[in-house]
């Protein structure tokens, strides 16, 4: 993933865009296949000329795993990254990509080298030929064990998975083992994954770099016993090269990871144009929920949106090693959401104040508070106390009890501005809790209730497109609850013959569609998937209901 903190490569924006793959002949105006004038572009990339048709259909076989919207560039600043190198339609999948190495996290708990899913101590097997455990017989030949098995078997005895240590020591070596061996298995993703930034130079000396050497470059020649294969610095490298650039892959439990090509260039924004979702297959997939205009920098976001400025900025510089300098960080308005300020009658005697309080200091956070209305200060550390209580009491809670939910909020509006990301959490559980638990249990609650669901939910979706447009799975989920309390009001207006049911139903089909555009990419195995399927039939039911015609 390229940072702010990246130097600039060497490869040149004709680079290879995927493992193997053949250099794309970007001349303007070339034909690659004749080398004579052309003026037909791909419509894919829009980077590749051709003279005819004909040899474009020829020279698709080389030219489809590059053709992508974006072109590879570089600078001092921000090493590579990705360009859109034409207009990109709302919907469009901008990347789609198979993975270079993929296996469990480095921290975590015994999973199955296989299928990776969590196992259950004493309810597992052991691959007949090295050791390492599986869930079932199968998976001991699944491809992406095959290197490690062989290389186990070489150490002479066999993996004895002894204790269920959460985290277990072993496994934090074994992707970076499985990266280490693709220079045998598989030269090419090799190449394309030493490209990738590591940090080293930032990591080196930190505790997470002494922890990895101990942990891992280390034990590995020491369990593996071969202490002449690698040196420290090229199994820190590696670990270094898997923690700035892989991605966390939801499908199993726990979590499973990814290191990809492509995937890896596209640089940081707190406030991305792309969404991310993966395939059964691993692969990942990035689309442009919203338009991306030609020349526009692809980006996504390597921490959690919803986290406010001061926690964003922590994790970035914690696991990837950079600053953020984004818009959104140097806003402390963030959009004018207020997202992360406090209210300036929470910490002064005049209860009568509406101004909200911003960070002094935008670029660290760390300083004196500054009310937008009286100008009055209140120092970082009350800030951070009243954020360190509300942090404490929103982990401790019962968030899907509605009374909770609604005591949190009450209490800590006092201090917490109305769209403060601990409120909006909090907010967020809300919309889901009320009316939620079963399919049939929306139409039990009262009209209050069901309009305090409206009214949150509506609130929430303003916020997201402001903050966060990308966010598909956030946001399809409350377009899905939005959906379903207004298709709620309209049924209960045609009881009472109110005149605004046909709007609210018109409302309600227009959130099932978003929903279902928005979460169209999630993965069979994600509860989003399910909630898209059931927004499908949703807006099938509302159409024929409103007499519309079906697409």
């Known amino acids: 993933m390229v940072t702010e903190a990246d130097s600039a490569s060497t490869a040149s924006p004709a680079t290879a865009n995927s493992a193997g793959a053949p250099a794309m002949d970007t001349r303007e105006g070339i034909c690659p296949v004749c080398n004579e004038t052309a003026k037909k572009r791909c419509s894919g990339c829009c980077a590749v000329y051709y003279c005819s048709t004909e040899h474009q259909k020829q020279h698709w076989k080389n030219h489809k795993n590059v053709c992508h919207p974006f072109k590879i560039c570089s600078d001092e600043r921000h090493g590579r990254y990705l360009v859109a190198t034409k207009d990109i339609k709302a919907n469009e999948v901008v990347l789609k990509e198979v993975p270079l190495v993929h296996g469990p996290a480095q921290i975590t708990r015994p999973v199955c080298v296989g299928c990776l899913m969590g196992l259950v101590e004493k309810q ?6 090295c050791g390492w ?73 930190s505790e997470q770099w002494r922890n990895d050497r101990e942990g891992v470059a ?36 726990p979590s499973s990871v990814a290191v990809y090509n492509n995937a890896s260039l596209i640089e940081h924004s707190c406030h991305p144009n792309l969404s991310k979702s993966f395939t059964v297959k691993k692969e990942i997939v990035f689309w442009a929920p919203h338009p991306i205009k030609k020349g526009e920098r692809l980006s996504i976001c390597y921490s959690d949106v919803l986290w406010g400025t001061v926690n964003r900025m922590e994790h970035l510089l914690q696991t990837k090693l950079f600053r953020c300098g984004c818009d959104r960080c140097v806003d402390p308005t963030e959009f004018g959401t207020y997202f992360s300020a406090m209210r300036c009658s929470g910490f002064k005697k005049d209860a009568n104040c509406i101004g909200l309080l911003l960070p002094e200091n935008v670029k660290n956070w760390n300083g004196d508070w500054i009310c937008n209305k009286c100008r009055g200060t ?42 403060h990301h601990f409120i909006v959490a909090v907010k967020l559980s809300l919309s889901q809790i009320i009316g939620g638990g079963h399919p049939e249990a929306i139409k039990t609650i009262s009209d209050d209730n069901l309009m305090n669901k409206i009214k949150i939910c509506q609130e929430l979706i303003h916020l997201f497109e402001k903050i966060c447009p990308a966010e598909a799975r956030v946001i399809g989920a409350t377009r899905f609850e939005l959906h379903a309390a207004l298709a709620e009001f309209g049924r209960r207006g045609v009881v009472s013959k109110n005149p605004a049911v046909r709007s609210a139903l018109e409302d309600s089909l227009f959130n099932a569609e978003e929903c279902v555009r928005m979460l169209q990419h999630e993965p069979d195995e994600l509860p989003e998937h399910k909630i898209c399927e059931q927004a499908r039939i949703n807006v099938s039911s509302l159409k024929t209901l409103l007499g519309l015609q079906q697409e």
């Open 133 to 205: 455990p599986v869930c079932k017989r199968e998976c001991q030949n699944h491809p992406d064990h095959q290197a490690e098995c062989k290389f186990t078997i070489a150490r002479g005895s066999k993996m004895s998975l002894q204790h269920f240590y959460v985290p277990h020591p072993v496994y934090q070596c074994l992707i970076p083992l499985r990266c280490l061996l693709l220079a045998e298995r598989n030269p090419a993703k090799w190449q394309a994954l030493i490209k990738l930034e590591s940090h080293e130079e930032h990591r080196r000396g």
């Open 124 to 129: 597992f097997l052991e691959c007949e030929r």
């Open 378 to 419: 209140v120092e970082a550390k009350d800030i951070s106390n009243i954020e360190s209580r509300a942090s404490v009491d929103q982990q401790a809670m019962q968030k899907d009890n509605e009374q909770h939910c609604n005591l949190y909020i009450t209490h800590y509006s006092r201090w917490l501005a109305p769209n």
């Open 218 to 253: 280390k034990l590995i020649p020491r369990f593996f016993k071969c202490e002449n294969k690698w040196s420290e610095d090229e199994i820190l490298k590696i670990v270094g090269i898997l923690q700035v650039n892989a991605h966390e892959i939801p499908l199993t439990e």
